[in-house]
C-alpha cells in the first residue's frame, strides 16, 4: 500500500534555531518527493521537488535531502524564523500516473 | 502570471443554499484539480479536469458538481450541503495529467475557498 509517513506531529522552536522533519515513504515505482509548507488556511506551496537521482536540493534556508534506498527524505531549516510557523507536507509521486500521496504533515511553531 | 486564483476566498452558505466555487489559472495547464482538506490532514483529491474533461471523480457525493468551461477556469457547484462539508476547498493545476514517467514541476495550489455550511 502507498503511505507516507511524516515525523514529529507536531514541533516547537525557538527563532534562530535550526530543525530537521522526517518523511517515510513505501510509494512505488517512485517518481519525485516534495515538500510544500502550508500556512494556516492557505494553499500548499511548493518549496522543494527532488526526482529519484537527487539527493539534496536546497531553497534559501530549506534544504532537503532524499534517500530512494531506504524510502526516507528530510528538510532541514536553518535559523529558523517565526513566518517559519506552518504545516510541512511531504508529497509523493509514483511512475504511474499524476496521483500524490500526501503525508499528515509537521506541525511546526517558532517561537520568538 | 504563475498563479492559481480562488474566489471567494470565505463562504458562508446554509445547507437548501446554492453557490459555487471558482478557480482560474492563465499558465496554460490542461488539467485541473479540486482538492477538500480539513483541518490538521492533508488534501483529498476529489475531481481532476484534462484537458476540459472530467478524468477523475474520487466517489465524490452529487451534491458537490465540477464545471471546467474552458482551459483556464474550473468551477465546484455546491447544492444541500451538509455541515460535514466545511473544509477548505483548494484548486490546483499542472501543465499535463498522467503523463507516466514525467515530473510535472509546474503543479501549483491556489489559496483555497474556507467553506462553512450552517
Not at chain 1, 522543494?48 to 530512494?68: H, P, V
Amino acid at each position: 500500500k502507498n503511505q507516507v509517513e511524516q515525523s514529529p506531529q507536531s514541533l516547537i522552536i525557538l527563532e534562530g534555531k535550526n530543525c530537521t522533519l522526517q518523511c517515510n515513504y513505501t510509494v512505488s515505482p517512485f517518481s519525485n518527493l516534495r515538500w510544500y509548507k502550508q500556512d494556516t488556511g492557505r494553499g500548499p506551496v511548493s518549496l522543494t521537488i527532488m526526482t529519484f537521482s537527487e539527493n539534496t536540493k536546497s531553497n534559501g534556508r530549506y534544504t532537503a535531502t532524499l534517500d530512494a534506498d531506504t524510502k526516507q527524505s528530510s528538510l532541514h531549516i536553518t535559523a529558523s524564523q517565526l513566518s517559519d510557523s506552518a504545516s510541512y507536507i511531504c508529497v509523493v509521486s509514483a511512475v504511474t500516473g499524476n496521483q500524490f500521496y500526501f503525508g499528515t504533515g509537521t506541525s511546526l511553531t517558532v517561537i520568538p | 502570471d504563475t498563479e492559481v486564483t480562488q474566489t471567494p476566498k470565505h463562504l458562508v452558505m446554509g445547507m437548501t443554499n446554492k453557490k459555487s466555487l471558482k478557480c482560474e489559472q492563465h499558465m496554460g495547464h490542461r488539467a485541473m484539480y479540486w482538492y477538500k482538506q480539513k483541518a490538521k490532514k492533508p488534501p483529498e483529491l476529489m475531481f481532476v479536469y484534462s484537458y476540459e474533461k472530467l478524468s477523475i471523480n474520487e466517489s465524490v457525493p452529487s451534491r458537490f458538481s465540477p464545471e471546467c468551461p474552458n482551459s483556464s477556469l474550473l468551477n465546484l457547484h455546491l447544492h444541500a450541503l451538509q455541515p460535514e462539508d466545511s473544509a477548505l476547498y483548494l484548486c490546483a493545476s499542472s501543465p499535463y495529467f498522467n503523463l507516466a514517467g514525467a515530473v510535472d514541476y509546474g503543479y501549483t495550489f491556489g489559496s483555497g475557498t474556507r467553506l462553512t455550511v450552517v
